[in-house]
């Protein structure tokens, strides 16, 4: 099997305190964890928990997972990538992702509309910030410096820098734009089993720039679940992938629910949603088929989650985010994360 990198999640939802949590992140470096994804969506921000982690550890690297786009000016988040590069000795990560209407319109008071050629514009603002060049910006959603007034172009005060961008994606374009621009694809709803669903158009976007899909990162989302009682954890599951076809986004923007419909379960997908929307929440999570669970995910016996991941690596995945029942106390998921470890070795 191809070498297969693991990373987890933490922060952005996570309530029992950051001495937990970087207890936790310890113990997952000397395991040999890869990377530790941060997140935010309308809690903890993304940035805040990778810094105090970064005095907490000394190899594993730090990203956030995602930072929202429309949260920061490109300047800001430059500012932010290059401090939390200082900060942890070259271990930064910058994930960028564009959110969705429902927060970025109703938490951040911001315009939804061309969400793709926002990032695309805010990645370049972003490197030229990291070159060490001076701010000046023309484009359709950001102009740099602001006309008529009386700014002018900005260089920050940092010397040129290179930090990985990866970025978020799920729609079409905008995987075409990671084949094109990212260092690295932090990818979500994705199978191995139909995994052209997404890579077919990040392939596409590399071609297009002259590059290979060997330049890209390319690390999925897993969720993880072992034991002998399958279908339990199977059953322990579907409310989870109810919530995302449900609730992940509005009735008329849900990339999730998208990206599971590319994958061969448009039906399944959209009436999933459709219950949900309804308010019947349990309708929802009852009709979840096992295959939106087994084929996104590592579940079952060790022996059935080492082939998975045989199967990830086959697929092209550089590496995952593991993702544990979220019921699970800590201790079991250091547990379950060590034989993520054992099984991937």
């Given at each position: 099997?191809?070498l ?8 952005g ?52 997972g ?48 061309k969400?793709?050629?926002?990032l ?166 009852k ?9 996104f ?49």
């Open positions: 099997m191809a297969l990198k693991v990373a987890i999640s933490v922060g939802y996570d309530r029992s305190g950051m001495g937990a949590v970087a207890e936790y992140v310890q113990a997952a470096e000397s395991m040999g964890v890869d990377c530790a994804w941060s997140a935010e969506a309308w809690g903890q921000d993304a940035a805040t928990s990778l810094a105090y982690l970064a005095a907490k550890t000394s190899r594993i690297k730090l990203g956030t995602i930072m929202q786009i429309s949260a920061r000016v490109p300047s800001m988040t430059a500012m932010t990538a290059l401090s939390m590069h200082s900060l942890s000795n070259g271990r930064f990560i910058l994930g960028l992702g564009v959110s969705g209407p429902q927060v970025v319109e109703g938490l951040q008071g911001q315009d939804y509309r969400p793709l050629t926002r695309r514009e805010t990645v370049d603002v972003i490197r030229m910030a990291f070159r060490g060049e001076k701010l000046k910006y023309d484009g359709e959603t950001i102009t740099l410096p602001r006309p008529g007034g009386e700014g002018k172009p900005i260089k920050l005060d940092f010397p040129p820098t290179e930090i990985p961008i990866f970025l978020a994606t799920l729609g079409p374009k905008s995987l075409e734009y990671t084949g094109e621009a990212a260092d690295g694809w932090l990818g979500t709803s994705f199978s191995p089993d139909h995994a052209e669903a997404h890579l077919a158009f990040i392939r596409k976007g590399a071609e297009k720039a002259g590059r290979s899909m060997d330049d890209i990162h390319l690390n999925a989302a897993c969720a993880i679940g072992i034991g002998e009682d399958v279908e339990g954890l199977i059953d322990a599951r579907r409310p989870g992938i109810a919530f995302q076809m449900g609730a992940m986004g509005s009735a008329k923007t849900n990339f999730y629910n998208e990206a599971f419909q590319r994958s061969g379960f448009q039906d399944e997908a959209l009436e999933i949603q459709k219950l949900w929307i309804e308010g019947r929440r349990d309708d929802a999570a009709i979840v088929p096992d295959a939106m669970i087994t084929e995910g590592a579940v079952g016996t060790p022996e059935m989650v080492r082939k998975r991941f045989e199967t990830y690596a086959r697929a092209g995945v550089s590496g995952i985010t593991v993702r544990f029942d979220p019921a699970l106390s800590a201790d079991d998921q250091l547990k379950q994360l060590e034989q993520v470890m054992e099984l991937v070795d």
